[in-house]
C-alpha cells in the first residue's frame, strides 16, 4: 500500500497547531478537529468520556488553566489504514503552570467528509519522573 505522505504531513499539522493553542490555555484546538463520536481517555479522569458534548464540557472546565512555555512532540508515528491513521507520539511541556511533564500520546483519525477529524484519543504519563532537563 502506498504511503500517503500528505496525509501523514497533515495529520501531524493538525496535532501541532492544536497542541500549540492548548499550552496558551485553549482547548478548541482539539474541540475543531475531533468527531462528534470522538471518545477520550486521560489518565486524571476515572472513566473514558464519549462523544464530543462530554469532552466539550472537560475541556471547558479546563479552558485557561494549561499553560507551557514550549513543547516538543517526539518520536511521532503515523499508521495509515484505510480511511483511518493511528498517530502516536511522545509528548514533553516546559514552563508555564507545569514544570516538565512528559506524556505518551494516541491519536485516532478518521477521514470524514470535512477532513481528519480525531475519534479516539489516550493520553498517559510516561513513567519518568518528571525532571528539569
Given amino acids: 500500500m502506498e504511503v500517503r505522505q500528505t496525509d501523514i504531513d497533515e495529520i501531524i499539522h493538525l496535532e501541532k497547531r492544536a497542541l500549540e493553542r492548548w499550552c496558551r490555555g485553549d482547548p478548541s484546538g482539539f474541540l475543531e478537529i475531533s468527531a462528534s463520536d470522538v471518545v477520550y481517555f486521560d489518565p486524571f479522569l476515572d472513566r473514558r468520556l464519549d462523544g464530543l458534548s462530554a469532552l466539550t464540557a472537560y475541556y471547558e472546565s479546563l479552558r485557561g488553566k494549561i499553560s507551557a512555555s514550549r513543547f516538543e512532540v517526539l518520536r511521532p508515528r ?20 507545569e514544570d516538565v511533564h512528559r506524556w505518551n500520546c494516541t491519536e485516532v483519525y478518521r477521514r470524514d467528509p470535512e477532513g481528519w477529524r480525531i475519534v479516539q484519543t489516550h493520553w498517559s504519563f510516561t513513567g519518568r519522573a518528571a525532571t528539569a532537563p
Fill in 78 to 97: 503515523v499508521q495509515l489504514v484505510g480511511g483511518a491513521a493511528v498517530f502516536t507520539f511522545n509528548f514533553v511541556s516546559y514552563g508555564g503552570s
